[in-house]
T-cell receptor, first 111, second 114 residues
Framework: QKEVEQNSGPLSVPEGAIASLNCTYSDRGSQSFFWYRQYSGKSPELIMFIYSNGDKEDGRFTAQLNKASQYVSLLIRDSQPSDSATYLCAVTPDTGNQFYFGTGTSLTVIP | GAGVSQSPSNKVTEKGKDVELRCDPISGHTALYWYRQSLGQGLEFLIYFQGNSAPDKSGLPSDRFSAERTGGSVSTLTIQRTQQEDSAVYLC????????????FGQGTRLTVV
């Protein structure tokens, strides 16, 4: 069983819409949760992190964490073509030795 | 430094040769990670260093791979007797402490074994 699972997509949304990206994880003791954006040919870039249940908002981005359901999501409001990228979910276990990454969800925002 | 620095950016090597990849983490970051990303694939964990503790080598794919971190700062990933399946982008990341705080990636080294 994979530690972190994401729908690989591709996910396509029209410009201005809300993009919803989802991630589930297997280790119930996981403590920290991260979303990275990776443009084609580039390295991952951290865009959000969340440690507590609930929502965390940063500009157009909202991370949502539900530890009971072992589920973390990223909402992108007012999606822009520049948001087109692969979004990677990362989780650190209770021991905190490494980051477990999902395989990423490819997002395309259509002008 | 301002960010994680990796060198070289690109490396083409012949099958069977040894290569060294370098990572200079963000100043003050005690945790350092190496990942590998093959074309169109996710990130594969290789090795993790935290301060002066013994590294977590559980992700190294074979004994041809090794890594060291000198003085708790710069790290070198060495691949001996390279094979074509080693071709990938090797990514280094650092964080302020062990997993649980944000990690920042370098630009990566694209390794091509011919």
């Amino acid at each position: 069983q994979k530690e972190v699972e994401q729908n690989s997509g591709p996910l396509s949304v029209p410009e201005g819409a809300i993009a919803s990206l989802n991630c589930t994880y297997s280790d119930r003791g996981s403590q920290s949760f991260f979303w990275y954006r990776q443009y084609s040919g580039k390295s991952p870039e951290l865009i959000m992190f969340i440690y507590s249940n609930g929502d965390k908002e940063d500009g157009r981005f909202t991370a949502q964490l539900n530890k009971a359901s072992q589920y973390v999501s990223l909402l992108i409001r007012d999606s822009q073509p520049s948001d087109s990228a692969t979004y990677l979910c990362a989780v650190t276990p209770d021991t905190g030795n490494q980051f477990y990454f999902g395989t990423g969800t490819s997002l395309t925002v259509i002008p | 430094g301002a960010g994680v620095s990796q060198s070289p950016s690109n490396k083409v090597t012949e099958k069977g040769k040894d290569v060294e990849l370098r990572c200079d983490p963000i100043s003050g970051h005690t945790a350092l990670y190496w990942y590998r990303q093959s074309l169109g694939q996710g990130l594969e964990f290789l090795i993790y260093f935290q301060g002066n503790s013994a590294p977590d080598k559980s992700g190294l794919p074979s004994d041809r791979f090794s890594a060291e971190r000198t003085g708790g700062s710069v790290s070198t990933l060495t691949i001996q007797r390279t094979q074509q399946e080693d071709s990938a982008v090797y990514l280094c990341a650092s964080s302020f402490s062990q997993g649980g705080t944000e990690a920042f990636f370098g630009q990566g080294t694209r390794l091509t074994v011919v």
